[in-house]
């Protein structure tokens, strides 16, 4: 095993251990510290970026206002399978939301949504919406957690769907090393697929009609995949962007992982610049008032834009407030 290897191994066993540590209750490893001149600089500008836009209201609460970032509610309610452009379905739950992207030649997921719930939702949703199971051909990965894989090998399984993410979040659901104490031993490990495609950032998914552009993001795990792609509405087409590596809580992630973690926003936004984002999505939408735009969608008169629409600059804005209150944190337990 070569060196960096060896430590990708060693950082996503900790990364790993520290996540079921705190999805257990056992206390974050990074407890929050106060704030401090430079943190509140970090701070001060975020709000600055969100101005009295509602949109960026939210990531600006979230993120920036203490005590308000949590991880998702895995027992969240299902979504109504919805659609949310021509192209473009959300099913899964309101907090961990998988997204249907049908194509001229078999269906993409992004994300696979819970293993225990594959059967009892996720395949009786696709269902809803009028689409075979059978016909999802590919399921792409934001990340190599069990909240987005985990009905992945089911699909693998039943259906022959082929399933794709980043060579190190491979590395990550399929720790070489075994379990470190009798603890870890006893707790069913979720069932991970197979290890199949490798997606890299320069090397564009595609499918029928659909190209996806993978943007390598890491920082909540080795290498999180942030997705672009075409959204149809009705005659117009525009690029969306779904981040599908967000980090909830910071205080679950190593200082080292939060700089590399703003440095994957900066080098997300750079694309997402240069390629025009205008539509937001999330896969665990908690943050960017995905709640009150379904509620928008669904009252949607004629004319009227979609929700999901909220062009490039409060795009890149929602990302650098985000960024901010990142940095304001980094800040916090630098001075201390
Ligand atoms: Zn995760």
Not at 272 to 285: D, F, I, S, T
């Amino acid at each position: 095993m070569s060196k960096l290897k060896a430590l990708i191994s060693v950082s996503s066993l900790i990364l790993c251990v520290a996540f079921v540590a705190f999805s257990q209750g056992r206390g974050a490893p990074f407890p929050p510290k106060p704030d401090n001149p430079q943190s509140l600089k970090h701070t001060d500008a975020a709000r600055k970026i969100a101005g009295t836009d509602q949109f960026l209201a939210k990531p600006y609460d979230f993120y920036c206002v203490a005590g308000h970032a949590r991880a998702q509610n895995n027992n969240a309610p299902d979504l109504e399978p919805l659609k949310i452009f021509d192209n473009v379905y959300a099913i899964g739950n309101s907090e961990t939301t998988v997204y249907v992207l049908p194509t001229s030649e078999g269906i993409v997921l992004i994300d696979a949504g819970f293993e225990n719930k594959v059967e009892t939702v996720t395949v009786p949703q696709l269902q809803k919406l009028g689409f075979d199971p059978k016909n999802v051909k590919y399921i792409l990965l934001g990340h190599g957690h069990a909240d987005h894989f985990g009905g992945s090998k089911y699909f693998q399984d039943h259906y022959g769907t082929r399933i794709g993410t980043t060579a190190a979040d491979w590395d990550l659901m399929y720790p070489p090393n075994p379990p470190a104490n009798q603890e870890e031993k006893k707790g069913t490990p979720p069932q991970q697929p197979r290890k199949d495609l490798v997606l890299s950032e320069g090397q564009p998914f595609k499918l029928g009609d659909l190209t996806i552009t993978p943007v390598t993001i890491p920082g909540h795990t080795p290498s999180s995949l942030a997705f672009i792609f075409p959204v149809k509405n009705g005659s117009k087409t525009r690029l969306a962007g779904i981040f599908g590596g967000a980090i909830l809580t910071s205080n679950i992630i190593t200082t080292e992982g939060l700089k590399q973690y703003v440095q994957s926003i900066a080098h997300y936004l750079d694309i997402a610049k240069k390629m025009k984002v205008e539509v937001e999505l999330q896969n665990h939408p908690i943050f960017d008032g995905m709640p009150e735009r379904i509620e928008k969608l669904k009252a949607l008169r004629p004319g009227e834009p979609n929700p999901f629409i909220v062009g490039t600059d409060r795009y890149l804005k929602m990302w650098n407030v985000i960024s901010e209150c990142v940095q304001a944190e980094i800040a916090r337990r630098e001075s201390s």
